[in-house]
Each structure stands twice: as C-alpha cells, then as structure tokens.
C-alpha cells in the first residue's frame, strides 16, 4: 500500500498563488527498476548505492535550479516535516545530481524522519498502523527497509514530495 500523504500545500493563500499556482511545476520523477520491471528502488537499496537494477540513473535531475530543494513528508499522525537536499554534486565545476543520488537523499532524509520521529506518539485519531521506527517494547513499526520510492513531485516552488510505498502488506 501506498503512505497515504495529502499533497503538500503552503499554509497561507497568498504563498499558495505565488509558490504553486504562478509555478510552473516540473513533471514527477520515476524511480523504474529493470530485472524483474517495477515502479520503486528500496530506500535501503537507494541508502546503500545499490542502484544497478535503477533505470536512467546516471540521468541528472534539478538541472537549472536553486543549489537545494526542501524534501517534505506529510507522513499520516505526525506534523509536516522537510529537509533541504542539495541539487548540485561536489564535482568542480558542480553539476546537478543524478537520479541515483536523489533516491539516495530521499532515502537520508526519510530515515532521519523516523528517527527524529519514533519516539514521538501519533496525534490523537491516528491510524497506529502507520507509526514508524522501533517500539520500547521490540514491536516492529515502519522502518526503512519497508519502504520503496515509488516517485518525486514538485509540489511548490522549490519543493518535492515523495510517494512512497511499503513493500511488505499493512497489519490488519
């Protein structure tokens, strides 16, 4: 199943007309694997450079933009979260990143999500079965290596939302 995120919006409408609407938003990013074909690369796969079965994924992203974007999570019972990733490699002269290096960032932010996140209970109404990281009491909840990067999208002006999907099924 699918992480059921609302799309990213700013709060304001005013930030909404000027980082959204007035916007020309780039197409979502795929993450296709060959070897058996499917939509998704692992985050852990992603965290560890292990991207062969990667389709295009020395193909560059992010090309003309700023030197970082915001990675924004709306994850179902906590509050937003976004971290910056840069857009640029350490080459010199710096050129924008591939599609490999984004799904390995993706994968650094979304981890260090569940860690700031574990301990943290859900807000009130929340579904449990979406809670992440490790239980005191070695209850498993959602970890990284339950989660595929299915796509990005460019949800406002210089901000990407990911999709993300478990690849084990959801407890009843």
């Keep these: 199943p699918?992480?059921?995120?609302?799309?990213?919006?700013?709060?304001?409408?005013?930030?909404?007309?000027?980082?959204?609407?007035?916007?020309?938003?780039?197409?979502p990013i795929y993450f296709w694997m060959e070897n058996p074909s499917e939509c998704g690369i692992s985050l852990s796969d992603a965290l560890h450079s292990r991207v062969r079965r990667l389709l295009d994924r020395e193909q560059?992203?992010?090309?003309?933009?700023?030197?970082?974007?915001?990675?924004?999570?709306?994850?179902?019972?906590?509050?937003?979260?976004?971290?910056?990733?840069?857009?640029?490699?350490?080459?010199?002269?710096?050129?924008?990143?591939?599609?490999?290096?984004?799904?390995k960032n993706v994968a650094k932010c979304v981890q260090r999500f569940i860690s700031?996140?574990?301990?943290q209970s859900l807000e009130d109404e929340s579904d449990s079965r979406w809670r992440?990281?490790?239980?005191?009491t070695g209850e498993d909840f959602i970890k990284l290596e339950d989660l595929i990067?299915?796509?990005?999208?460019?949800?406002?002006?210089?901000?990407?939302?990911p999709q993300l999907r478990l690849s084990r099924p959801l407890p009843m």
Aim: aromatic fraction near 10%.
């Design 2 to 27: 699918f992480i059921p995120q609302p799309m990213y919006k700013p709060h304001t409408i005013s930030d909404q007309r000027r980082y959204v609407n007035e916007v020309d938003l780039d197409r």
């Design 60 to 103: 560059t992203v992010f090309e003309g933009r700023g030197p970082s974007v915001s990675i924004r999570l709306e994850w179902p019972g906590y509050r937003q979260w976004s971290r910056q990733i840069p857009t640029k490699d350490f080459r010199t002269p710096p050129g924008p990143i591939t599609k490999a290096k984004l799904a």
């Design 116 to 119: 700031e996140r574990q301990n």
């Design 149 to 161: 990067l299915v796509s990005m999208h460019h949800v406002s002006m210089g901000s990407w939302q």
């Design 132 to 136: 992440v990281g490790l239980s005191g």
